[in-house]
């Protein structure tokens, strides 16, 4: 349950950002859209079981183990995401040269 | 194997082109000439076998699911054709290093009119109808170009020239997607044996039509004639070899092909004999107004192609047989003159027929080759244009389509004839009889004179001996009809019918000749040719039409764009809600410390959607990072925890310098102010909040009802004993998914090199201390050396416990972004560690380690274990960390860098 009023909280917040005026609030929508999409990538592994998965020095996985492949998903999308946020900000920072305002109606 | 070598030849010699302009100058066009006669002549020796009947092909599956190949074709009429495009293209070739002036650009002409003749040979060789559409297409490509090679003004014509032939060449391919369709093949052969089966399908007349107008489009027929005269603003080369002897023929070759099937059609005949003959008697008139030599031959290759097309559509073997001749003689008289009347303009400075009087004086060669010439076009004995004329009149006269349709066609025919012979003795006129205008001219050199000579020549000899062209003319009717018998040609056929209908043609020509005066202000009466600004205004109609629905979808901001996914997101719960019933298995419980981290998460989601200073946003956009990071550990993902935690803290890093200089409050949101902000905040609300019920909603009912997923089982069993390494989330990324891994590090090193470029112009700031050196500078110099230990550390324990290359290489990162800050404007981590080389080195080594492996005769990327327990992962792992460290030392010094702008 908590995992789903998590995702709705991030989507929400995320949807409102991005459909303001500013550029800077665009940029912070989509940051909380992408938690929000590897809180959803993670639950779909099951909640119910939230063993790191490690193996433990007898060979055998932590009772109830959480399912490995979401999360080298997951950890794959956040550095992407990391990726292309550092990009968006380059572009918004190279192309505010000379350009001061912050407006996301604005052609550039 | 004799086409393809053909084929590949004409691209060798294209090719070659270039090369030899640079070497020889406009000289070039002698070698390319002789490629072109060496071409005619390898094809030659597949002659004696066409001629007997049997076509030489070459094939090879190109689509087979489609029924579609690369095959090349051999017949009779493909020979005919390409001894137009051999033959004359070598002419043409031998007559531009005259023709051509030094500012000319040699080598892109000859690469276009070689690569011109070879597209042209490919059409006529294509055995496949998808490969003479490839083929069709090219010609009207390099016809846009070297129309549009003159410059500005040849802009206009070229592109209208190219946007009526492509747009018939899209006609051709809905025709030949309908064959496809109907028959599973596009064997040219195959789909013209299947006659009776293309006619007994509705789809039979749809075929029929869109070939016809991928023809009438090519061969410049009534109402698509207009680009053609345009297309003359071009050299003498290209109006010769183009629009006179070859690609407007194009349409001819395919309705001939397509007789096969067709002949006898009411449709198809009416159609091509009642365009062809309008097309023909208003392109003579015209003719016969134009003064300007190249206009008038223009308008009169659009009514001699009329005449081909209204003979191909009356059908019978006599007429096809005509238009068989016909064409080969108009390619060889309209070549000749085309390239006389370029001398006339080269040396005479005009191409005005009434400036040119009295040329015998001067230039007595070319204007009795001229005189030969439109002796030819006129139709008159013995040469060889009389000789098709009079076959294409006795082609005429057998038409049956309609009740007394031979006679129509025939007087119709005359009349044309007759304006041709008015305005081809007007020509003559005009190099010979009256006073002569420019007595200072003198003859030009027998090299320049010699290609038309010949062709004139050809034009002379080929009339009393056209017997010679007998076997192949027989040949190519043949394939086309295959069911007639071919008339020979003569040139004395006796008292016919044919002979009255010529003296007929004669005489009334000779009366429009005389009384030329009057003709001239009755032809001025004539209705100008206004097709194409008809045309120019259709497409910027179209043009306009185009921007006003595009209108409709162009909004100045981002809103309504980002809306779309949303609104289409929130439909389908919608409709997912509707169907869903019954879920599965029950939701696993939440524990309490899950209410605590998400009711601090959804207080800082609330936090940064209402802050109203930029960093306050940061801050808590970073408060919701940690719950998040919190939130992966107590679901048991200690290391997606430990790389979103470093990502939150470098991102901040960077937005910290990104934000530098932009508005520091935003804009409030709230319900009150004016109308405009306040309908905004309702809208974006009005969207957000279902968004997210839907979301939940989906996150509820999609996820944790289900058993342990079966790769993941897997992963768990089989990671440690596989790979030797006991976190199975590093195992995944390093050695079970390692190609994901490559694809993705490739990812990051594409956003540096973006970076790079986007901060090319960015210098460092002159010598301004940071605000807080004195502070941060100990403490980098303190910490640095402590956070690479633990990165390393972190780097080398990662195939066992939480860590790896990219926790290392962004920990490493703290360390960079530690200077950053440290330093102000005047950091340079790169002192020490350059991005470039980290990240080539990187990649280098990922893609090493998976090659080495292959080398092993492993499959690619697979890991291999090596002594004391170490295996290439950790290897693959460094790569990994390298190449990381090199973006995060690329995106902080940009970054640093950025305030360094140039003003």
Redesign the interface.
Known sequence: ?????????????G????????L???A?GF??LG??V???L???????????????PD?Q?PPS????????F???A???S??????L??????Q???D?S?D????P | MVLVLALAGMAGLAVLAPILARLLGRDAGYVLAAGFVAVAGLLGTAGPEVLAGEATTASWPWLPRFGVSLTLRLDGLSALFCVLVLGVGALILSYCPRYLKPEHSHGSIYFQLTAFGGGMLGLVLAGDLVLLYVFWELTSVLSFFLIGSVGARGNAPAVRALLVTTMGGLALLTAIVLVAARLGTTDLAAVLAARDQVLATPLGDTVAALVIVAAFTKSAQAPFSFWLPGAMVAITPVSAYLHAATMVKAGIYLLLRFTTVYAGQPGWSLTLLAVGLVTAILGALRALREHDLKSLLAYSTVSQLGLLVAAIGVGTTVALAAAVLHTFAHALFKATLFMLVGIIDREAGSRDIRQISGLRRVMPVTATLTGIAGLSLAGVAPLIGFVSKESLFEGFASATVFPGAGAVAAALAVAASALTFAYGVRLLYGAFAGPTMQRTLYEPSWLFLAPAGIAALASAVLGPGVVVLNPLMHRAIRDVEPWGTPPSFQLWHGFSLELVLSGATIALGSVLFLARNRVDRILRHLPEDRGAQRFEGFSAALVRLGAAVGRLDHH????PY??RP?VGLVLLAGAGLGVATGLPGA??P?RAL??G??GL??AA??T??LMRT?LG?VAA?GS??LL?TT??I???????AL??LL?EI??AV??AF??R???SR??P?RLSGPPARRS?TI???V???P??????????A???R????A??EY??DV??EATGG????NT??VDF?GL??LG?IS??AS?AL??TL??AGARPAAGRPAPYESLLGPAQRLLAPTIVALSLYLLLRGH???GGG?IAALVSGMAVALGALSGGGRFRAARGLRPAPLIATGLLVCAGVGLAVMAAGHPFLTPVKGPLGLSTSLLFDVGVFLL?LG?MVT?VN??SL?EG?P?
């Open positions: 349950m908590t995992a789903a009023i998590a995702v709705g909280a991030l989507v929400a917040a949807v409102f950002l991005i459909l303001g005026r500013s800077i609030r665009v912070f940051i909380l938690h929000a590897n809180l959803l993670m639950a779909a592994g099951g909640l119910g079981r939230r063993g790191a998965p490690i193996i433990g060979g996985p183990p959480a399912d490995p492949l979401p999360q080298a997951v950890l794959t956040i550095v992407i990391f990726g292309t946020t550092v990009y900000l380059g572009l918004a920072r190279a505010r040269r000379g001061q912050d996301a109606g604005s052609p | 100045r901001s981002t809103w980002l809306a949303v939701y696993p939440s899950d209410w981290v998400v998460l959804v989601v609330t940064v959607v930029t946003s956009l919701v990072g998040v939130w992966f107590t679901a048991g993902a200690p290391d997606v790389t979103l990502v470098l991102t960077v937005a990104a934000l200089g932009l508005p935003l804009a949101v905004e809208r974006a609300a969207l957000a909040v968004a997210g019920l839907a979301a939940a909603a989906g996150t509820f999609l996820t944790g289900r058993d342990p997923s790769a993941g992963y768990l990671a440690e006991r976190n199975v989330v995944i990324l998914r994901d891994t993705e990812v990051l956003v973006g970076l986007l901060f066992d416990e939480p990219f990381v973006v995106a940009r970054f950025a702008f003003p």
